[in-house]
T-cell receptor
Framework: EIVLTQSPGTLSLSPGERATLSCRAS???????LAWYQQRPGQAPRLLIY???IRATGIPDRFSGSGSGTDFTLTISRLEPEDFAVYYC??????????FGQGTKLEIK | EMQLLESGGGLVQPGGSLRLSCAASGFTFRSYAITWVRQAPGKGLEWVSSISGSDVSTYYADSVKGRFTISRDNSKNTVFLQMNSLRAEDTAIYYC???????????????WGQGTMITVSS
């Protein structure tokens, strides 16, 4: 069973700073099958990155994804006020077919 | 504009049943897999079930296998989630989401509904 562990649990930063969020898998995940989502309070999740590094339509270029194997990273180069939210990584595999990390809350310092 | 709209949520007693619907518009529905994801109050996202565009393949999380059934009616652009033997731990917002790619090369979900709340309680 593949388990995704995100770190840190909470990240406190100021607007304009750089954010680095980590997602570590208990087994190797194909890069094609690693995605990142943003969820603001009271809203549905929004796809940011798929295929580990491909920005979804309409996503600003301050968001970037990288990584392979068991270690993946979401980077936000310069935080805007609207970026403070919860971020989830998600994988597709054989067992379970699909799973999410527990989330990283990005809060204003 | 591509949209998904869930319905069918509500309050149900433990052991009861409920059927959720996810109505789609703005895209070629039959070409895309649809997934249900749930979120318990104050918790993270949990994958529940997925169905391929052709309806040939279905997938379930272990936590719902044998109790939930996913299906679709491509003539009505709708996916259903039949939920039986409901438990308190099934209480959550249930979202349906569309696969970004019609060949499921990425298993990522680009369009989400607004969610429907299920409360399992006596």
């Amino acid at each position: 069973e593949i388990v995704l562990t995100q770190s840190p649990g909470t990240l406190s930063l100021s607007p304009g700073e750089r954010a680095t969020l980590s997602c570590r898998a208990s087994q190797s995940v194909s890069s094609s099958y690693l995605a990142w989502y943003q969820q603001r309070p009271g809203q549905a999740p929004r796809l940011l990155i798929y295929g580990a590094s491909i920005r979804a339509t309409g996503i600003p270029d301050r968001f970037s994804g990288s990584g392979s194997g068991t270690d993946f990273t979401l980077t936000i180069s310069r935080l805007e006020p609207e970026d403070f939210a919860v971020y989830y990584c998600q994988q597709y595999g054989s067992s379970p077919r699909c799973s999410f990390g527990q989330g990283t809350k990005l809060e204003i310092k | 504009e591509m949209q998904l709209l869930e319905s069918g949520g509500g309050l149900v007693q433990p052991g009861g049943s409920l059927r959720l619907s996810c109505a789609a518009s703005g895209f070629t529905f039959r070409s895309y897999a649809i997934t249900w994801v749930r979120q318990a109050p104050g918790k993270g996202l949990e994958w529940v079930s997925s169905i391929s565009g052709s309806d040939v393949s279905t997938y379930y999380a272990d936590s719902v296998k044998g109790r939930f059934t996913i299906s679709r009616d491509n003539s009505k652009n709708t996916v259903f989630l039949q939920m039986n033997s409901l438990r308190a731990e099934d209480t959550a917002i249930y979202y349906c989401a569309k696969d970004i790619d019609q060949w499921q090369r990425f298993w990522a979900f680009d369009i989400w509904g607004q969610g429907t709340m299920i409360t399992v309680s006596s």
